[in-house]
């Protein structure tokens, strides 16, 4: 059993920055993988950005590659999401799940352990 709270979210002008944190207990932490998605209404969750055990894998989305950044503090049983140059677009329900994966997949179905969200808006 996995425990995840997200927070960090809130309301930025575009072009802003925020910094997403997704802390994790209940298992050891350095065996898990930590995956961001987003969901707008009506919508399905959509992979975002993941991070493997060692950190050493982070596949990224193709809308958000070179202004987010995912990374891993094992100390703190957290991983984080930096966002930056935000655009309106972006705007959403951030979620991290966790799993076990070596190379964290994109579907949601893959992963059992949510959180229970943290909402970001990005005015224009």
């Known amino acids: 059993q996995v425990q995840l709270v997200e927070s960090g979210g809130g309301l930025v002008q575009a072009g802003g920055s925020l910094r997403l944190s997704c802390a994790a207990s209940?298992?050891?932490?350095?065996?898990?993988?930590i995956t961001w998605f987003r969901q707008t209404p009506g919508t399905e969750r959509k992979f975002v950005a993941g991070i493997n055990q060692s950190g050493g894998l982070t596949p990224i989305a193709d809308s958000v590659k070179g202004r987010f950044a995912i990374s891993r503090d094992n100390a703190k049983n957290t991983v984080y999401l930096q966002m930056n140059s935000l655009k309106p677009e972006d705007t959403a329900v951030y979620y991290c799940?966790?799993?076990?994966?070596?190379?964290?997949?994109?579907?949601?179905?893959?992963?059992?352990?949510w959180g229970q969200g943290t909402q970001v808006t990005v005015s224009s």
């Open positions: 209940g298992r050891p932490f350095s065996g898990t993988s």
């Open positions: 799940a966790a799993g076990d994966y070596y190379f964290p997949p994109a579907r949601p179905s893959d992963y059992d352990y």
